[in-house]
DNA sequence: GATGTGAATATGTCTGCACATAATAACCGA
DNA sequence: TCGGTTATTATGTGCAGACATATTCACATC
C-alpha cells in the first residue's frame, strides 16, 4: 500500500524509468493520483514537487505535469571548507599565509565583483596542506570595506574568518581546468602545466562585494556527488 | 507583512546572515516563529525545511533547528546533454564517432561497474564538436546485456539513445581535472598536456550497470551554479 | 556512578479544505 | 481571420488539526 509522500514520488519515478510515461508525456492530475493511491492531494503534490525539483518532471500551471523532455540532470555537490574536506579525508590540515597585501585587482576581478578598475583591495595568497603537502593553493581578493576589524590572517584562514564575521547574501561559483603557471607549479611543488582543478568563487553582501577567490586544486583533487 | 513561506525563509535567513542567530544557535520552535509571524506552522516548517535542504540550517527531532555549524555550501549544478550544453551557447553541435567495438575494458572501469575483469563490453569513442571544433572528447563502455537492439551510434550519440530506451535508477558523478594525454591532444587538436575538465559518469538500473562515461572538456569549459 | 526506562517535546507528515495564480481554451465581436 | 476578453483548469500555497517518530532529559534502578 502507498501511504507516505516518499512511496509516491517512488512510484512515479519508477513509472517513468519503465517507460509507462514516456519523455515528454503528460502525467495524470495531482488529484487523479491521489484519488487513485488513496492519499490527499497535499501529498501527491510533495512528491511531485520533489521530482521537479529533481528535473525529472517539468510542471506548469494550468498545462499540467509532463515528464522532463531533456533530462537535464540535477546534482546537488557540497562545498565545504578546505580545512574540512582535508579533515574529512583523514589528514592532517595545516595553512600557510604567502602574501597579504593592498593592491590593485586584476581587470577581470574587479569587473566580477562590479568594482572600479583602479580599486585598491586587499589581496592574500595562501597555501592549505594537507599532511604537509601542498593541497590548495588559494588567491583571494578581499573588499577592505567589508573588514570592520582586520583579523590576522596568519592565524585563521580567510575563508573561515569570512564566514564567521562577514554576512553574504549571493554568491557564485564556477568550476574549471586549467594548467599551472609556473608560479603555481613551484608553490603546490608540481611540474610546471599540471591540470589543476579550479573552483572560483565571488560572493556578495547584497550590492556590497565581499570576496573573489580562486582556489587551485593538485591533481587527484575530485568532487563527487550522487543523481 | 510576511505571508508566504517564502518571506519566512527570507527572514529567517536574514537574522543568520545578520548574526541575530549565530552558527550553533538553536533558533526558535516552529510553534513559536508561527506564533511570530501568524502564520501556521506548516508553513515555518516549509520554510526551514527549504533551509535545511540548502545546508544552513540543521534540524532533528526533538532536539531543534540549528543554524549549521559548518556551512556545507550545497550547490546544485545542471548537467545537460552534450548537445544542449552546446547548442545553448549558439553553437552548431555535430557528432563524430571515432570507434566502435567490443573489447574488455580497464579494470577501474569494470571495477566501477562492479562486472568481473574479463566482460567484454561495447566500448565507444566519439567526439563532439562545437561550430566544427572539437569540444569534449567521449569515451564510454557499455554493458551490452542493456542493449536488446543494438542502435547505430554513428547517427544518434550514446548517450541520447540510452535516455530515451534504457531506464536507469541510480548514477554517480565525479568531476576533476586531468592533462591531456598525446592521444587526446590530437583528436582535441590541442597541445598534449592541456588541462581538460573531466565528468566520471557512472550509471545503473537497479543492480545491473549500464554504462560508464568520461566526458573531457576542451580548456574553457566551465561549469556554473550560484548560492 | 553507570545503566535502563519512560515522559516530554520538536520536528515530520498527512488530511481536508480553501483560495490564489498562471496559462490555456473558448468565445465573441470587429 | 484576427484580436482581445472571459471562463476554465491544474498547480501553488495557505490553514487548522491530528497523529507519528525520533530524541532528549529526568528519573529510577542496580
Not at 589528514?91 to 565583483?113: F, I, K, T
Request: charged letters at 25%.
Amino acid at each position: 500500500m502507498l501511504a507516505g509522500w516518499e512511496d509516491i514520488r517512488a512510484e512515479v519515478l519508477r513509472r517513468i524509468r519503465a517507460h509507462d510515461w514516456r519523455p515528454g508525456d503528460t502525467i495524470p492530475t495531482e488529484e487523479a493520483l491521489a484519488l487513485e493511491f488513496g492519499v490527499a492531494r497535499a501529498t501527491v503534490n510533495r512528491a511531485l514537487r520533489e521530482l521537479a525539483e529533481e528535473g525529472v518532471l517539468e510542471r506548469r500551471r494550468k498545462a499540467g505535469t509532463r515528464v522532463a523532455l531533456h533530462p537535464v540532470r540535477r546534482a546537488t555537490l557540497d562545498i565545504p571548507l578546505t580545512r574540512l574536506e582535508i579533515e574529512g579525508r583523514g589528514q592532517a590540515y595545516s595553512y600557510r599565509l604567502l602574501s597579504e597585501e593592498m593592491a590593485s585587482p586584476p581587470p577581470a576581478v574587479a569587473a566580477r565583483l562590479g568594482l572600479p578598475q583602479g580599486a585598491q583591495m586587499l589581496h592574500l595568497v595562501c597555501l592549505h596542506l594537507a599532511d604537509d603537502r601542498p593541497a590548495v593553493l588559494e588567491d583571494r581578493w578581499l573588499n577592505p570595506e567589508t573588514l570592520k576589524v582586520q583579523p590576522d590572517f596568519h592565524l585563521v584562514s580567510a575563508n573561515e574568518w569570512l564566514l564567521a564575521n562577514v554576512p553574504y547574501t549571493t554568491g557564485d561559483i564556477s568550476l574549471s581546468a586549467a594548467n599551472a603557471t609556473a608560479d603555481e607549479a613551484r608553490l603546490l611543488d608540481l611540474p610546471p602545466g599540471s591540470a589543476l582543478f579550479i573552483i572560483d568563487r565571488t560572493t556578495w553582501d547584497r550590492d556590497h562585494p565581499v570576496t573573489c577567490v580562486r582556489l587551485a586544486h593538485v591533481p587527484g583533487f575530485r568532487m563527487r556527488t550522487t543523481v
